[in-house]
């Protein structure tokens, strides 16, 4: 029975205003738009029966526990603990991030570029110094929260409100991400996201949603200050009749359903209001119909397509049921739901086959939109396979992380470049179905690929 994580940063502060590094520093109190982003989220989660609460003991995220918890069912006061502060940055706690790229040059670009690198040296009160790596540590501190939270809590359903770099370590040890990974992701003010964890710690958890914010007035996350390359939203497809009877469909060209149509117009109704530039679609049907039907809602955007970025082939799988599957390929559904890496599709591809053209697919649309005067939006629709591999690779996971991203159908996740396909890429969201249903939760037909 898994159990279900609901992650959350805590509203904007008084030092996120004034754009000053607080860390362990407790004087920075939530702004009234933090109170109530709080709010937000609390209306958000209140019709959701929650288990138990954890959060930080620092006065923002305190205070941004206290007032989700008022809008949920039940007996949930927080409980405190340290182990869900945020990163600890001893030199820096209280400065203005001007100021501290300008007295620690060095250490601010490993901090930018190479976090797991990025080293403090701290005086000792006998005169002596001691080296401190502050990322590593809140990594080390994120796993100890969950092996914590697992031990006590199999099989129920956990908020935890705490901090940026703290919750990008919680998500990064779940899914298997190092201390490197730190500016691959991004946590907003009052992001929601969603881990579910399989069984114990140590078996990787599954990322359902990350940093969803349309319940705080933002559609997608504010575009980071500084990032000049492109945006990429990436959409799958709407459902077919085959997703919902979990028939698997690979490279045969099956169309939307009248609920996949349904799913394709929430999605256009979603980003009505985004700006966007340009729009790539794999040329099958499911994805092509899925972006045109989001495009009326930008009629001067012309919809370009590609077989880069085509399904899995699932050859001699291709319209069979999981039972035939078992039946006829003994072992080999096995093997793919848990060693998907390993496996070669009868007659069809395999996932480094998928990784392989998905990527360089994906680096083409990036590198043709990088150089833009401003940065370009661009909406890239394809398939589920398709779709988790490009969330691996830009997060900087293997073919092997395959199953540790969810996408449903008419998700939306949102990927930046900070300065062109050179620099690292950000996951800014990940997998947001909130348009759908109206739950924070992935309700969508598991389907098959």
Request: charged share 20%; hydrophobic share 40%; proline share 5%.
């Amino acid at each position: 029975m898994k159990t279900r994580v609901i992650v959350v940063r805590h509203g904007e502060s008084t030092f996120n205003v004034k754009r000053i590094i607080q860390g362990h520093h407790d004087e920075s109190l939530l702004t009234e738009k933090g109170e109530s982003q709080a709010r937000q989220v609390g209306q958000l989660l209140s019709g959701t029966t929650i288990d138990g609460v954890y959060c930080s003991p620092l006065k923002r995220a305190a205070r941004t526990a206290e007032l989700i918890t008022a809008s949920l069912r039940g007996n949930n006061t927080p409980q405190k603990t340290d182990l869900l502060k945020e990163i600890s940055l001893p030199l820096w706690e209280a400065m203005s991030f001007a100021d501290v790229e300008q007295q620690y040059p060095a250490e601010y670009r490993a901090w930018r570029h190479q976090p797991n690198d990025l080293k403090m040296t701290i005086p000792q009160a006998d005169g002596t110094s001691q080296e401190f790596y502050p990322v590593r540590a809140v990594w080390q501190q994120a796993g100890e929260f969950w092996q914590d939270l697992l031990s006590r809590h199999q099989g129920q359903t956990i908020l935890v409100v705490a901090h940026s770099a703290i919750n990008r370590a919680l998500v990064g040890t779940a899914i298997g991400l190092g201390p490197e990974a730190l500016n691959r992701m991004y946590q907003s003010n009052c992001g929601v996201s969603v881990l579910n964890f399989p069984g114990a710690w140590g078996e990787r958890a599954q990322l359902e949603s990350m940093n969803s914010t349309s319940h705080t007035g933002l559609t997608l996350p504010t575009l980071r200050q500084g990032f000049k390359g492109p945006r990429l939203l990436l959409v799958r497809h709407g459902e077919t009749e085959w997703n919902r009877e979990s028939r698997f469909q690979g490279q045969i060209d099956i169309p939307l359903n009248d609920n996949g149509r349904s799913q394709a117009a929430q999605a256009g109704e979603f980003l009505k209001a985004v700006p966007i530039d340009a729009a790539v679609s794999s040329s099958m049907m499911r994805p092509k119909e899925t972006a045109e039907i989001i495009l009326k809602q930008h009629s001067d955007v012309a919809l370009a397509v590609t077989e880069g970025l085509w399904e899995i082939g699932h050859g001699q799988w291709e319209g069979k049921f999981e039972h035939e599957i078992k039946a006829g390929f003994p072992g080999l559904l096995e093997a793919w739901q848990t060693k998907p890496e390993t496996v070669q599709m009868p007659d069809g591809e395999n996932l480094q086959d998928v990784w392989d053209r998905a990527v360089k697919a994906w680096n083409e649309i990036v590198a043709q939109y990088e150089n833009a005067e401003t940065p370009q939006t661009i909406l890239v629709v394809a398939h589920d396979a398709i779709n988790k591999a490009i969330l691996c690779y830009v997060t900087g996971l293997g073919p092997e992380a395959f199953w540790q991203f969810k996408q449903g159908n008419g998700a939306v996740s949102v990927i930046d470049y900070p300065d062109g396909l050179q620099s690292e890429p950000m996951l800014s969201s990940a997998n947001i179905t909130v348009h759908l249903s109206g739950s924070l939760f992935d309700t969508t037909a598991a389907g098959a690929l």
